[in-house]
């Protein structure tokens, strides 16, 4: 059996792993487009930040010890076409030498790439490039760049375009690197994906270490500044009531989300679902004979949603893992996703699970989002740190549908989304949320945990209404 992975990311090399421990006869290919198998890249923050002080470090395993698992790593080779009906995948190496390899089981997990967003000087003839200090980030060969960028020319000064996760991450991190930071985005608030609320919790922790930061403003233009202007490039945006902003600066990074790559699986036929994304069922099948795809490049089953897109690594590694189960012969499901994420930003985390109010709506619910307040350990004992809830219910059947955190990043919120999202997959209700057998000390929680203090905290105030 020679089962050949696309994609040495999150997802390729997870459903390798699980494919040689199932099966250790198989035969395992894995092709990568570069040189960096399983890296990190959620890390590449903490690289650029200086606090990882080696590229080297990002690896979740060196070469060696995936050799040693068993598969064959074909590195910087690049696939370029699949013939399902003839079990074949044509792939070209660097110097452009084709080859094909031939495949009982094929999977692709070629991820996602960032997205590129209409402002002029970032496409067409002339456009700025990392050269001109203008980033984009996704891959190492991106965190290089970025790296030469701040060796040679020494920035001084940075604009972000976007304040995802990954841009405050990046906000973060150039500011620990010594960088005046500029973080400019589009929508009313920073970390969009939680409620204004807490986003703006977010934005005081930015503005709080240096960080300028221009909520509901539009980059539209990004040029080579004058020579005599502090700063090499201008960027020029939008305000939300129309004013004209713009700022120079040494360096530009944007990160305003990513696609899913699924250019190889759609030239070979394969069905497309949500966003553009490979349509796979439950067992990480596309509609190609014999190919799985996960990761970036595939949709999420939401267990609340259905159908979604939401790419994130502890995802990839899930469905990695069950596309290398099922094409070593196996039988499993990939559970769905909760888009559980958790951010750190400066010294405050950001964490959320399930649904927001407009999502719950879209999903059918009549929910009701309660905000609460309560401390991560008793406040007698040293250091206790007051986390901000934000808990979604179901008005009519009282079920849990979504938990937001903001608190200190020593308050243990990514720990604490957890306990919300171990609820939310098994379908509790909020109220249920307080029968929960959780542990307790003084110097570490309290009798009642804070999610549970959220979550009576909804119910009373449900209630009272
Ligand atoms: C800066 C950053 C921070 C992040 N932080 C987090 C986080 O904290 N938590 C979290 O859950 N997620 C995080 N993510 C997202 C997470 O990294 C991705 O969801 C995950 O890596 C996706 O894995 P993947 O294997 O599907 O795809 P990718 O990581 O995109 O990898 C795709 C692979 O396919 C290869 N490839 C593509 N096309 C071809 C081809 N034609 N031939 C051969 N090889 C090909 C690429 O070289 C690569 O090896 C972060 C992402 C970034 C960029």
New binding site residues.
């Given amino acids: 059996m020679h089962l050949v992975m696309?994609?040495?990311?999150?997802?390729?090399i997870s459903a390798a792993l699980r494919a040689r421990e199932l099966d250790p006869g198989a035969d395992v290919t894995v092709?990568?487009?570069?040189a960096y198998p399983n890296f990190s890249?959620?890390g590449?923050?903490y690289y650029l930040s200086g606090e990882v002080t080696h590229w080297r470090n990002l690896a979740h395993r060196t070469i060696a010890d995936l050799e040693a698992a068993g598969m064959r790593l074909r590195l910087d080779?690049?696939?370029r076409r699949i013939d399902a009906a003839a079990r074949k995948l044509l792939v070209t190496s660097a110097d452009g030498a084709e080859e094909l390899l031939g495949y009982d089981k094929l999977i692709v997990?070629?991820?996602?790439v960032p997205v590129r967003p209409p402002i002029s000087g970032l496409a067409g003839p002339g456009a700025l490039g990392p050269g001109d200090g203008v980033h984009l980030?996704?891959?190492m060969g991106d965190t290089f760049a970025v790296m030469r960028t701040m060796q040679q020319a020494a920035p001084a000064s940075a604009v972000i375009v976007g304040a995802g996760y990954?841009g405050l991450?990046m906000a973060d991190a150039l500011t620990t690197r010594g960088l005046a930071v500029t973080q400019m985005e589009q929508l009313g608030e920073v970390l969009p994906t939680v409620d204004p609320e807490l986003g703006a919790l977010v934005h005081a922790e930015l503005a709080g270490h240096g960080v300028e930061v221009l909520a509901g403003t539009t980059v539209q233009a990004i040029t080579l500044a004058a020579p005599d202007q502090p700063g090499r490039l201008q960027v020029e945006a939008i305000a939300a009531d129309g004013t004209a902003v713009t700022r120079l600066a040494d360096m530009v990074l944007v990160v305003v989300g990513v696609r899913p790559?699924a250019t190889?699986a759609t030239a070979a036929g394969a069905a497309l679902g949500a966003r553009g994304a490979i349509a796979v069922d439950p067992g990480m099948r596309t509609s190609l004979p014999d190919v799985f795809a996960a990761?970036?490049?595939v949709i999420t089953h939401h267990r609340l949603l259905g159908e979604t897109y939401l790419?994130?690594?502890?995802t990839?590694h899930k469905q990695g893992r069950v596309a290398g189960e099922n094409a070593a012969g196996g039988d499993r499901e990939f559970a769905g996703s909760l888009g559980t994420?958790v951010v750190k930003i400066f010294d405050q985390a950001a964490a959320r699970t399930g649904l927001r109010d407009n999502e719950a709506v879209a999903a059918g619910f009549d929910p009701v989002t309660v905000g609460s307040v309560a401390d991560d350990h008793k406040a007698y004992y040293p250091g206790s740190h007051r986390i901000a809830m934000r808990v979604t219910g179901d008005r009519g059947t009282g079920r849990l549908l979504g938990v937001q955190l903001f608190g200190h990043r020593h308050a243990e919120v990514a720990k604490r989304i957890d306990i919300a999202a171990a609820a939310i997959f098994h379908g509790m209700t909020v109220d249920a949320v307080s029968d929960l057998d959780l542990s307790y000390t003084p110097p570490l929680g309290s009798p009642w945990e804070a999610v549970q203090m959220g979550a009576q905290a909804w119910v009373g105030e449900t209630q009272r209404r």
Avoid: M, R
């Avoid at 092709?31 to 570069?34: E, I, N, S, T």
């Fill in positions: 696309i994609g040495g990311s999150d997802a390729g092709v990568v487009a570069d890249i959620c590449i923050p080779i690049i696939a997990g070629t991820g996602a980030l996704h891959s990954i991450e790559d190889l990761g970036d490049c790419p994130l690594g502890t990839a994420q």
